[in-house]
């Protein structure tokens, strides 16, 4: 159970605290708190929930996950990535259905929590998680045109068609004074520099004087309008509302928070990782935010996940402790109640300003370099059909399609299994004090790489196809790292037509797992334990040893 591994993060983080310690976690939580602000409320607005909702998951979401997570540099709150989702799930079913979905995803993530399933995350292909980001990138960007030029254009389930809704939508007249707000936002954060950073984010000086700029020349342009003065945000999500003549409705979408949170959670971790030399206890941290997405929909909010940005400020800032989270949580609520009225203030195209600028710096550019670059065609092959799918198809369709794309690639990269089939070379055996004779030719060794599994034996059975008057066949099996039963069928095969031929099938260097394989599928008793050598010298030396009959 997690509470003992949690205790021994606790132990580990507070053991030998001090004062000058909390001075780092407050100086830390600070500076998170500055950088989280703007993109907390823009996230909200994004979502088609509101700025507030944001803010309260920030603030609920650290406090929960904070006192909970896998390490102590992990920062949580709402992500882009997640508004994405949520803007379709509003639209189609509400706040209401955006909220079941977010109970649904906690309880999923809780579940693969505690079931100690954290690592399959790491098995996505790096390449495709480039290319959704890519596309998730695009996509927030075309859905900030609304509130950048201050229109309404119809809703749409896929960002591809939200774009084509801007040049087919009649009598569509821009703000310019909102269009302006937004562009002087995106200019002060790409013009910002970056040792100013330190003090005061871009992103939040950027929005001061957007907000100021406009109180000052008293444009009409939408703005934030209200910020409650309350956790609990009005409406809220409740058990007896949850409409289970339609649940099924909500299970892709629930499995697409689940997938893009536990990511998010996975890539934040491994930067964290890098910088403090501390490893993320990935399965405590997906019970922590399984257990804080389960209870955010009570307070009217939307999902968290870990976010890279908020973590690098962190533990820049000298962060020590889970505090730092807590923290950056508690001045923001602070912020809430005290500046509310201020915060009203903040124009929508602001807002969507940071959202746009946030999300092309959140493309990993030199990752694309590097793919392209080099031509890597498999790998852009799938960045391409991961982004395209991204922003024409609906993101949860997307996501199921990455998923298949996913196994497309693992299994074509890990399919590939290396045969090289080579002649008994007498001369190299002495070379190496091995006396033989060298009087049968019909002796032959294949050296397999790779790992013999389904989707590989194809490979192998065509690689023995022609089996000529081999008299004597050594699979060496020292690079097998495993095989499944269609490797063992596969085996099976061959030994059965060498056999008819009068041949003997005999095998090297195999590791235990695969051995143990061969066992449960009564290969040893067929092929004879007689025929399993250490190495392929002493196969090849009792091979000669027992003569040869096509000699």
Same mark, same amino acid.
């Given at each position: 159970?997690?509470?003992?591994?949690?205790?021994?993060?606790?132990?580990?983080?507070?053991?030998?605290?001090?004062?000058?310690?909390?001075?780092?976690?407050?100086?830390?939580?600070?500076?998170?708190?500055?950088?989280?602000?703007?993109?907390?409320?823009?996230?909200?607005?994004?979502?088609?929930?509101?700025?507030?909702?944001?803010?309260?998951?920030?603030?609920?979401?650290?406090?929960?996950?904070? #006192?909970?997570?896998?390490?102590?540099?992990?920062?949580?709150?709402?992500?882009?990535?997640?508004?994405?989702?949520?803007?379709?799930?509003?639209?189609?079913?509400? #706040?209401?259905?955006?909220?079941?979905?977010?109970?649904?995803?906690?309880?999923?993530?809780?579940?693969?929590?505690?079931?100690?399933?954290?690592?399959?995350?790491?098995?996505?292909?790096?390449?495709?998680?480039?290319?959704?980001?890519?596309?998730?990138?695009?996509?927030?960007?075309?859905?900030? @045109?609304?509130?950048?030029?201050?229109?309404?254009?119809?809703?749409?389930?896929?960002?591809?068609?939200?774009?084509?809704?801007?040049?087919?939508?009649?009598?569509?007249?821009?703000?310019?004074?909102? #269009?302006?707000?937004?562009?002087?936002?995106?200019?002060?954060?790409?013009?910002?520099?970056?040792?100013?950073?330190?003090?005061?984010?871009? %992103?939040?000086?950027?929005?001061?004087?957007?907000?100021?700029?406009?109180?000052?020349?008293?444009?009409?342009?939408?703005?934030?309008?209200?910020?409650?003065?309350?956790? @609990?945000?009005?409406?809220?999500?409740?058990?007896?509302?949850?409409?289970?003549?339609?649940?099924?409705?909500?299970?892709?979408?629930?499995?697409?928070?689940?997938?893009?949170?536990?990511?998010?959670?996975?890539?934040?971790? %491994?930067?964290?990782?890098?910088?403090?030399?501390?490893?993320?206890?990935?399965?405590?941290?997906?019970?922590?935010?399984?257990?804080?997405?389960?209870?955010?929909?009570?307070?009217?909010?939307?999902?968290?996940?870990?976010?890279?940005?908020?973590?690098?400020?962190?533990?820049?800032?000298?962060?020590?402790?889970?505090?730092?989270?807590?923290?950056?949580?508690?001045?923001?609520?602070?912020?809430?109640?005290?500046?509310?009225?201020?915060?009203?203030?903040?124009?929508?195209?602001?807002?969507?300003?940071?959202?746009?600028?946030?999300?092309?710096?959140?493309?990993?550019?030199?990752?694309? $370099?590097?793919? @392209?670059?080099?031509?890597?065609?498999?790998?852009?092959?799938?960045?391409?059909?991961?982004?395209?799918?991204?922003?024409?198809?609906?993101?949860?369709?997307?996501?199921?399609?990455?998923?298949?794309?996913?196994?497309?690639?693992?299994?074509?990269?890990?399919?590939?299994?290396?045969?090289?089939?080579?002649?008994?070379?007498?001369?190299?055996?002495?070379?190496?004090?091995?006396?033989?004779?060298? $009087?049968?030719?019909?002796?032959?060794?294949?050296?397999?790489?790779?790992?013999?599994?389904? =989707?590989?034996?194809?490979?192998?059975?065509?690689?023995?196809?022609?089996?000529?008057?081999?008299?004597?066949?050594?699979?060496?099996?020292?690079?097998?790292?495993?095989?499944?039963? =269609?490797?063992?069928?596969?085996?099976? $095969?061959?030994?059965?037509? #060498?056999?008819?031929?009068?041949?003997?099938?005999?095998? =090297?260097?195999?590791?235990?797992?695969? $051995?143990?394989?061969?066992?449960?599928?009564?290969?040893?008793?067929?092929?004879?334990?007689?025929?399993?050598?250490? %190495? %392929?010298?002493?196969?090849?030396?009792?091979?000669?040893?027992?003569?040869?009959?096509?000699?």
């Amino acid at each position: 159970m997690p509470r003992r591994s949690l205790a021994r993060l606790y132990r580990d983080e507070f053991t030998g605290y001090s004062p000058a310690k909390f001075r780092n976690d407050l100086t830390a939580g600070l500076n998170v708190a500055l950088v989280a602000l703007p993109l907390a409320l823009a996230f909200g607005a994004a979502s088609g929930a509101s700025a507030a909702a944001g803010l309260v998951t920030s603030i609920v979401g650290g406090i929960v996950i904070g #006192l909970l997570a896998g390490a102590p540099y992990q920062m949580t709150g709402a992500k882009a990535v997640i508004s994405v989702v949520l803007i379709v799930l509003v639209n189609q079913y509400g #706040l209401e259905g955006m909220w079941v979905a977010l109970f649904m995803a906690g309880l999923l993530t809780l579940a693969i929590g505690l079931l100690r399933l954290g690592r399959f995350i790491a098995f996505i292909p790096s390449t495709v998680i480039s290319g959704f980001t890519a596309g998730i990138s695009a996509i927030i960007i075309i859905r900030q @045109f609304d509130p950048l030029l201050g229109i309404r254009t119809p809703t749409t389930i896929t960002a591809a068609q939200k774009l084509i809704a801007y040049f087919t939508t009649p009598n569509l007249t821009p703000n310019l004074h909102s #269009l302006l707000l937004g562009l002087l936002v995106m200019g002060i954060m790409f013009l910002y520099p970056a040792k100013w950073n330190e003090r005061v984010p871009g %992103s939040l000086m950027a929005l001061i004087i957007a907000t100021a700029s406009n109180f000052a020349l008293g444009w009409s342009v939408n703005t934030i309008e209200s910020i409650p003065q309350t956790l @609990f945000l009005q409406p809220n999500f409740s058990i007896p509302a949850i409409p289970w003549e339609n649940i099924s409705d909500f299970v892709a979408p629930a499995l697409t928070l689940t997938a893009l949170g536990s990511v998010e959670t996975l890539l934040c971790g %491994s930067a964290g990782s890098e910088m403090t030399g501390k490893r993320l206890q990935v399965n405590q941290h997906l019970i922590a935010q399984g257990i804080g997405n389960m209870l955010l929909p009570f307070f009217g909010a939307i999902p968290t996940t870990s976010g890279i940005l908020r973590t690098k400020v962190a533990i820049h800032s000298g962060g020590q402790t889970r505090l730092t989270g807590i923290i950056h949580s508690l001045i923001l609520l602070a912020v809430m109640f005290m500046l509310a009225d201020y915060l009203a203030m903040i124009p929508l195209s602001a807002l969507a300003g940071v959202l746009m600028v946030t999300a092309i710096r959140s493309v990993d550019l030199s990752s694309v $370099k590097f793919t @392209f670059g080099n031509f890597f065609k498999t790998d852009m092959i799938a960045f391409l059909v991961a982004f395209i799918a991204t922003v024409v198809l609906s993101l949860t369709n997307a996501i199921l399609f990455g998923t298949f794309l996913m196994g497309a690639v693992f299994l074509n990269k890990s399919a590939s299994i290396d045969i090289s089939i080579q002649e008994v070379d007498v001369e190299r055996l002495k070379q190496r004090g091995i006396e033989t004779e060298g $009087k049968c030719k019909h002796v032959r060794v294949a050296f397999l790489t790779g790992p013999l599994f389904f =989707a590989a034996t194809s490979q192998f059975s065509e690689s023995f196809a022609d089996l000529g008057d081999t008299h004597a066949l050594i699979l060496s099996m020292r690079g097998v790292p495993l095989i499944d039963s =269609a490797g063992i069928e596969a085996i099976h $095969k061959l030994h059965t037509r #060498l056999q008819k031929n009068g041949g003997t099938l005999m095998f =090297a260097g195999i590791h235990d797992n695969a $051995k143990q394989m061969m066992e449960r599928g009564g290969l040893v008793k067929i092929v004879g334990e007689e025929n399993f050598f250490w %190495s %392929s010298d002493q196969a090849i030396v009792e091979a000669e040893r027992r003569g040869c009959k096509f000699c």
